[in-house]
């Protein structure tokens, strides 16, 4: 199984949607919402989706009991197929309302949330989080932590193999200067081998997929996706031998997306909210400094900004 990580102020549905066009099989994941943000505010705007998007998992981030059944509950009512706790986001402002990676101190309330849900919900509920936090980073307590989570009925782990340092390093930070360490992973499956386990930290090419995929049952991949969308054209075809979709070129892509901007800018969308996240298809493809120019800067000063959309295009074509 190969998924799209969620990634806050990126994978919003518009980035969704054009992921999609990549890849029918890879699953997709929500920006984090929090339980607040569903309960007391605009719910319609964090949950919306267009049908495509599937298979969608909506992420969470909370740690009271009822309102994560709530929230799992809506998710369910949607049409998310999964929902998933965020026990690996490092931010301050998360940590204040016991969100995110501060979690993996409190196995046993993460563990009555997963209860909660699964009582309230029939679609799976799944953890994602960090192999330990400062203080708390022994192979131990991650062992106890999965161990007390899976009892409460939780069976597909999504673990970003790395620690999280909750006082002193920023959320980016937190994201490279912790290592990496696979191998804690790959002891954390052994020792729970009927559990899902997907591999996530770092992870660049799909050679790298195929080999981690030999000891978990998925891989999820962030920065990589976001910086290389074309990368997903070819996950399809070589991790689930589906060639049914295969987008042939990168233009094909955007002729979609075209279609997809005009509807959304009917509903009064802004193009550039759609076209922001589209930056990397041309990585490495002749022509992409120009594609970028177009769609990051000279977009943002014509009136008609499909015609600058029409102009990347031709880049691509070669034209
Ligand atoms: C911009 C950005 C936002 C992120 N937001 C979230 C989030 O909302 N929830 C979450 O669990 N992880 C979040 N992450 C972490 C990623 O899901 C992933 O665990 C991390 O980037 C490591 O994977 P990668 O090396 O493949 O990018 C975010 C990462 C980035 C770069």
């Known amino acids: 199984m190969f998924a799209v990580a969620p990634m806050l102020d990126w994978t919003d549905r518009h980035c969704r949607y054009f992921l999609r066009l990549l890849s029918r099989r890879a699953t997709l994941y929500s920006e984090m919402v929090t339980t607040g943000a569903l309960i007391h505010g605009d719910a319609q705007r964090h949950l919306a989706f267009n ?19 709530q929230c799992a509950r809506m998710a369910q009512d949607w049409g998310y197929d999964e929902v998933n706790i965020n026990v690996g986001c490092p ?3 998360v940590q ?22 699964r009582q309230a919900v029939d679609i799976p509920v799944t953890v994602k989080h960090r192999i330990g936090i400062n203080g708390r980073d022994s192979y131990q307590a991650l062992v106890d932590f999965v161990g007390m989570v899976a009892e409460a ?36 499956k052994q020792e729970y081998p009927h559990l899902q386990m997907t591999l996530n930290g770092g992870i660049k090419t799909l050679d790298e997929c195929e080999k981690h995929l030999h000891t978990f049952e998925g891989v999820m991949l962030g920065r990589e996706v976001y910086s290389n969308p074309w990368l997903l054209s070819e996950v399809d075809q070589r991790l ?14 955007m002729l979609k997306l075209r279609a997809y901007i005009e509807s959304q800018v009917a509903q009064g969308v802004k193009v ?20 970028r120019q177009l769609l990051s800067a000279d977009i943002h000063r014509h009136e008609n900004q499909l015609a600058v959309f029409d102009q990347a295009i031709e880049v691509l074509q070669g034209r």
């Open 51 to 69: 049908d495509t998007e599937h298979p969608l998992v909506l992420q969470l981030g909370g740690s009271v009991p009822q309102e994560m059944a």
């Open 272 to 291: 550039t909210h759609i076209t922001r996240h589209i930056l990397g298809i041309a990585q490495g493809f002749p022509g992409a400094r120009r594609f």
């Open 240 to 253: 689930y031998q589906d060639s049914s979709l295969a987008p042939t070129s990168r233009s094909e892509v």
């Open 153 to 188: 009925g939780c069976e597909h782990f999504i673990v970003h193999a790395r620690i999280a340092i909750l006082e002193g390093l920023s959320p980016k930070e937190n994201r490279h200067v912790p290592p990496l360490r696979y191998e804690v992973v790959q002891q954390l």
């Open 91 to 93: 931010s301050d402002r």
């Open 96 to 117: 204040n309302n016991m969100i995110g990676a501060c979690l993996m101190a409190h196995p046993e309330r993460v563990a009555e949330c997963v209860d909660a849900m």
